[in-house]
């Protein structure tokens, strides 16, 4: 059964470690990422984004597998169903779907307007006992479509979204999709001890976790960060363990083409980056 994020964030926040949301592509990733999760008792939280969803053919598609996995692995740890960056008529689908939480991406409006929409979605979230995540600052780099420059959040429009009732909160320190460039400044933690003095216990979101040096990671946590995204990463293992494989003749030999033989390095790949992130986080064993 899913769940909203809620809860499992506040118990981070409280616990002075971070729960991993692991964006899903498709069934192979989304099994990968609940096996992790119940080997190592930790909550997770699978983010969709909208081009993943579209790629999983639609969202209620998307409801449909993860629901039927938790039965059928008997995932027993707590799941949340997450839109991963999500413009206002996402959220309204996605809602509609049976998600259990989404995001607003409201970073790229005017922050009146951005207030605006997160406060009608607030109350609609709310209303059917969904967690909802906003953001104040863009995040650098491009994501399935989503690009932004990488300004830091101004901590007082934090505040204002914060204030909003929203159930945690995304903002820009700095961080960005994909890769990090070899220049890169790191994480502003002057801006992430602003913005947690004036949000208080409000849990907050680092998004772009792929690359992110452990140490700035463990930072963040200890500033307030309960919620770490990483899809990247993952998607960098699954694709060098099935570049192994084909490239060793792996697919040639017997019926190495299957896909469920082709693609199971890939996946037994993630499930060894999810775990390891999981470590860091400090989420494992958090679930009982």
Not at 13 to 23: E, I, S
Not at 269 to 275: D, M, P, Q, S, T
């Amino acid at each position: 059964m899913l769940v909203s994020a809620t809860e499992m964030l506040k118990k981070a926040k409280a616990g002075h470690y971070a729960v991993g949301q692991f964006n899903i592509n498709d069934l192979e990733w989304t099994k990968a990422v609940l096996t992790a999760a119940e080997e190592l008792r930790s909550p997770v939280i699978l983010g969709v984004s909208e081009g993943a969803g579209k790629y999983m053919a639609g969202y209620r598609t998307v409801v449909g597998m993860v629901n039927g996995m938790i039965k059928e692995m008997d995932i027993s740890v707590p799941v949340a169903l997450h839109l991963d960056h999500g413009s206002y008529e996402g959220c309204l689908k996605c809602i509609d779907a049976g998600f259990s939480s989404v995001m607003f991406d409201g970073s790229h409006y005017p922050i009146e307007e951005n207030i605006e929409k997160t406060t009608e979605l607030v109350k609609l979230c709310h209303g059917k006992g969904l967690s909802i995540e906003a953001e104040v600052g863009s995040i650098g780099g491009e994501e399935d479509g989503v690009v932004g420059m990488g300004e830091c959040a101004d901590p007082k429009e934090c505040k204002m979204i914060a204030d909003l009732g929203v159930d945690f909160l995304a903002a820009g320190i700095g961080n960005i999709h994909g890769k990090y460039p070899a220049n890169w400044k790191g994480l502003s933690f002057e801006t992430l001890a602003a913005v947690q003095e004036l949000t208080g216990e409000l849990p907050l979101v680092l998004h772009g976790g792929t690359g992110i040096p452990d140490d700035m990671i463990k930072k963040a946590i200890d500033l307030g960060v309960s919620k770490i995204n990483v899809n990247t990463e993952c998607q960098l293992v699954f694709a060098e363990a099935t570049r192994k494989y084909i490239e060793a003749g792996k697919d040639l030999e017997g019926k190495g083409y299957d896909p469920r033989k082709l693609l199971k390095p890939g996946a037994d790949a993630i499930v060894e980056k999810v775990k390891e992130k999981m470590i860091l986080f400090g989420s494992d064993g958090k679930a009982e």
